[in-house]
C-alpha cells in the first residue's frame, strides 16, 4: 500500500472516483477513504475482496482446529459414540440396535 495514493479523503474520491476506480484495478490495492482526517471506509476490487473472504474463512478454520487440538490436549473431550449415546437419550432418539 502507497500511502499517499492508496488514503484518499472521500470528498476528493467523489470527484474524481472514475480516476480511482481505474486505480484499484490496475494495482490490486485497497484504497482507504477518510472523513475528517479518520478511516471511514475501505475500497476493493470485486477479485481483491473475495480473496480478503476467503482468508477471513481459512484463518477462522485454522482457530478453530487449534482450540480443538487445545481442548483434546486440555483433557476436555469424550469418545464420540459416548456422546451420541447421551444424545440420543435426551432427545428420546430411537436408535437400530
Known amino acids: 500500500m502507497k500511502l499517499s495514493r492508496d488514503i484518499q479523503s472521500l470528498s476528493v474520491f467523489k470527484r474524481d472516483s472514475t480516476k480511482f476506480l481505474r486505480q484499484i484495478k490496475k494495482t490490486g490495492e485497497p484504497i482507504v477513504l477518510t472523513v475528517n482526517g479518520k478511516a471511514a471506509a475501505v475500497l476493493h476490487d470485486p477479485d481483491g475482496y473475495q480473496e480478503y473472504l476467503q482468508d477471513k474463512k481459512r484463518q477462522e478454520v485454522i482457530a478453530g482446529i487449534r482450540r480443538g487440538m487445545e481442548d483434546v ?18 432427545y428420546d432418539i430411537p436408535t437400530k440396535e
Do not use: V
Not at 476436555?76 to 449415546?85: M, N, V
Open 73 to 90: 490436549k486440555a483433557g476436555r473431550t469424550r469418545p464420540a459414540d459416548e456422546f451420541f449415546d447421551e444424545f440420543f437419550l435426551k
